[in-house]
């Protein structure tokens, strides 16, 4: 299987903040910005948006003087002990945080040995997830997180992939047509959230972004009611924006 697309923004955004997590980590006793972007040769306004994340995240802290630590986070990660489970914290903490955001649960799915996996979700009583009334695995042309697993796949990795499962119509709006659904997949900028309309179930609308790093495929993803797809876009778009800090909760 191969990967379709280059890396998207969350990706290099991601990995501009490893680059300067790198950098404050080599500082003990603290770096100012001007140090960092000359170790890591960001520009100020790219600095500026890195760190203000971190910040916002726990992985940097900011001292007296100005210039900036490791934060409490990283240090929990760091530390030793259940490294997991406080990996699995920290990501769920950031999962919660972009549900409130944007308004709609959320999800980080996986393209893992030829299987559609939900890995990570947040959902609450304002923002109930996609009851799965067909199996997620089984319904990868339909669901706004297939399809955007699906559009990473080169065309071999696809045919691979409904050789086994087939494009049943789940709703008057499901694409079943192979070739209709390839040419949609292919349309698919890497940079504009995939949208399910109705397409696996009747009552909910869908959108995912990819975080792919490396050979791992992967999105995050969020579902709503069809009394709130007026919404839809614009929480597309901030779950597009805040894939990063997700992204790197996965990466450190």
């Known amino acids: 299987m191969a990967l379709k697309p280059e890396p998207t923004a969350p990706f290099h955004s991601v990995q501009y903040a490893l680059r300067v997590l790198e950098t404050v980590s080599r500082h003990a006793e603290g770096v100012t910005d001007a140090q960092i972007a000359r170790e890591t040769g960001l520009s100020p306004g790219q600095l ?143 940079t504009v959230p995939v949208l399910d309309l109705q397409e696996y179930a009747v009552g909910t609308v869908c959108a995912a972004v990819p975080i792919t790093a490396g050979a791992t495929v992967g999105c995050l993803a969020l579902s709503m009611p069809l009394e709130h797809a007026h919404r839809l876009r614009q929480a597309a778009d901030t779950l597009n924006r805040q894939a990063a800090p997700v992204l790197l909760s996965l990466a450190i």
């Not at 699995?88 to 559609?116: F, H, M, N, P």
């Open 48 to 190: 500026g948006h890195m760190l203000a994340m971190l910040r916002r995240e726990g992985y940097v802290e900011q001292v007296t003087d100005g210039a900036y630590v490791i934060g409490e986070s990283l240090l929990l990660l760091g530390s030793g002990g259940d490294r997991d489970q406080a990996l699995r914290d920290k990501l769920q903490l950031t999962l919660d945080q972009l549900r409130d955001s944007v308004g709609a649960a959320v999800y980080i799915s996986r393209y893992i040995d030829g299987e559609v996996k939900i890995l990570h979700y947040a959902d609450g009583p304002l923002a109930p997830k996609v009851n799965e009334w067909a199996e997620f695995h089984r319904t990868a042309h339909a669901s706004a997180v297939g399809k955007c697993l699906l559009a990473q796949l080169d065309h071999d990795g696809r045919k691979d992939h409904l050789s086994r499962h087939k494009t049943a119509r789940l709703t008057s709006r499901t694409i079943t047509n192979e070739k209709v659904l390839f040419h949609k997949l292919d349309s698919q900028p890497p």
